[in-house]
C-alpha cells in the first residue's frame, strides 16, 4: 500500500500561509521588485560638477552590495524578506569638446555595467496550528518555504547623450542626463536578474563649490523617469535622488572627506502589474571617501575609495556599498 500524505494538513497549511500574508502589512513593491536603475550613492564623487578639461576620460568602478528588504514581492511571489549581495563593475567611457561659443565643455558618453555575480535569497514563513487526531489538542506548526540563486552578465547600456560643463571660478556646474538601456537578462520568474526590463531617463545636474583654501561641497540632483516594463505591465514611480560630497584637499592629489544620498519616490506605481497598492520607497546613506592621484605613465590616475552605510529605507533595499574606484584622462 503507498503512503500518500494528507491533503487536509497541506490544505490547512496553505490556507494559513495566504492569510498571515493578508494579515501581514503590505510589502514593499514601490519601484518594482524595491529596487531601480538608481544604484546608492552611485553619484556621489569629488568634484562632480568640475570638467578640468577637453579629452576623452576613462572611469571603471568595482562596487560590492550587501543589503536587506522586508517583505517585498518579487518574481511573482511575495517573500518576507529578501538578501542581496552583489558585486558589479561598470566602466564609462567619455569625450568632452572645448566649446568657446557657450563658454564651456560639451561631449557624450556610454557605460557598461556587468554584474560579477549576484546572490539573492527570500524567505517567507508561516505559523498555523492544527488539531491532533489523538488527543485533541491543537499542536503548533511551522511551513517554511525560500528561494535565491546566483547571477552574472552584462546588465542595462546607459548612454550620456549631452554632457555639458562650465566652470565660473570656485564654481563649477555640469549636466548630464542619461537613458538606462533593458539591456540585461530578465525572468520575470526568477530572483536573479540583471536588468530591470524597462528604460529609464534620469536628468542630473552636479554643483561644485573648491575654495582657495582647498574645502569642498558638491552635488548632484536627479529625477529619474520609469518607462513600464512591458513584461509584468509595472509602472515604476518617478525618484528624486540626491547625492553629495563634503571634504578637504590636502594637497593636489590627496582629498578626504564625506559623501552620503538621498533618494525618495515621487510618484506612485502604477499598471495593470501594480496588484499590491501604490508605494513610495525612499533611502538615505552616509559614509567616508578619500582619493590619491599617482602618476602613471605621464598620466594622473585618479584612485577613488568611498563606503556609503545605509541610514534608513522604506519600501527599498538597506545596507552597506563599498566603492574602488579610478579615472584617468587621455
Known sequence: MSHRPHAAPLFLAALCLA????????????????????IQGAYGDFLMGLIPASGFYVRNDTLYQSTHMDATYKAGRVFAGLDDTSVINITKFSYLFDVPAMGGFLGLGVGVPLILNEHITGDVAADYSRRSRTTGLDMPH??????????????????????????????????????????????????????????????????????????????????MINAENATTKYLSGNQLHVDWTAAYHVNERLALGAVG??????????????????????????????????????????????????????????????????????
Not at 19 to 36: H, I, K, T
Not at 185 to 197: A, I, P, Q, R
Not at 299 to 323: E, N, Q
Open 142 to 223: 511551522q511551513l517554511d518555504f525560500g528561494g535565491g540563486g546566483d547571477r552574472g552578465g552584462l546588465s542595462d547600456i546607459f548612454l550620456m547623450p549631452v554632457i555639458a560643463g562650465w566652470n565660473f571660478g570656485e564654481c563649477h556646474l555640469a549636466v548630464t542626463p542619461i537613458v538606462f538601456l533593458p539591456t540585461g537578462y530578465y525572468d520575470k520568474s526568477k530572483l536573479t536578474n540583471l536588468g530591470m526590463n524597462y528604460a529609464s531617463f534620469d536628468g542630473n545636474m552636479a554643483f561644485t563649490w573648491l575654495s582657495k583654501k582647498r574645502f569642498e561641497l558638491s552635488v548632484n540632483a536627479g529625477y
Open 261 to 330: 544620498y538621498l533618494v525618495a519616490q515621487t510618484t506612485p506605481d502604477s499598471g495593470a502589474g501594480a496588484t499590491m497598492g501604490s508605494f513610495y520607497s525612499s533611502g538615505t546613506g552616509i559614509g567616508p571617501a578619500a582619493t590619491y592621484a599617482i602618476p602613471v605613465g605621464g598620466k594622473d590616475v585618479m584612485l577613488i575609495a568611498k563606503w556609503l552605510h545605509g541610514l534608513g529605507a522604506t519600501h527599498s533595499f538597506l545596507g552597506d556599498t563599498v566603492y574602488a574606484s579610478f579615472a584617468v584622462k587621455f
Open 19 to 38: 492569510l498571515a500574508l493578508a494579515a501581514a502589512p503590505r510589502p514593499a513593491q514601490a519601484v518594482e521588485g524595491g529596487a531601480s536603475h538608481y
